[in-house]
């Protein structure tokens, strides 16, 4: 017990006020990253500049996540040009699908299917392409060592995924369809948080738990070997 004269001891920082900072900080960086990863697309007009955009935008959170100090600008800028040609051939198809799924879903959901047996076949079809090929994006998104691999590997690995992860999987394509939900019904949180939050969902669901499965089927495979 200090005297009256005395100078009291430091005063601790209450936990709330600590965890307010860091979601504070977190939702800062989720601006800036989502607002790069706009003008990265534009740089490589949307359709090839979508897909490295995304690994950028991912390399940053994860590395952010994992108490690594990030300058924003300029590791999404070099993660950018050094995945531009390898994040498009393994992304870029994929991406295809989805247009041309959600293309088909919304010519069925207008009207557009000739018969209610046509209209259920084309809208279970279209969901199935579009929910699986949207998984297998964000796989490879989302975790670094899938997208290093072959490209065959990079396709067979990703496909088969999601399957291996139904749980995850199934968690991750509700979150993203509420999102995106969201950020219908509410116009400004798009260009502030819409792909970087869908981006930062994918990461917390898959990197660490995918990552760790890879080192299991590697594990197994050298026991047997």
Known sequence: MSGRGGTSGPTQVPGWVLRANAVIDRLLLVVKVNLLWLL?????????????ASVAVAEVLIADRHGAGVRVLPRMWASFRAQFL???VRLLPLLIVQAGSASMLWIVLTGGAPGTAMTIVLSG??????????????MIVAVPRLLRQDLLITWRLALLLPGALPGRSVLLVLALTAWTLLCAMLRPLAPLFGAAVAIDLATALLSGRVTGLLEEIDGAGSTDG
């Open 40 to 52: 990265l697309s534009l740089a490589g007009l949307i359709v090839l500049g979508v897909a490295p």
């Open 86 to 88: 390898r994040a498009n």
């Open 125 to 138: 079809l279209a969901v199935m392409s579009l929910g699986w090929s949207l998984l297998s994006s964000a």
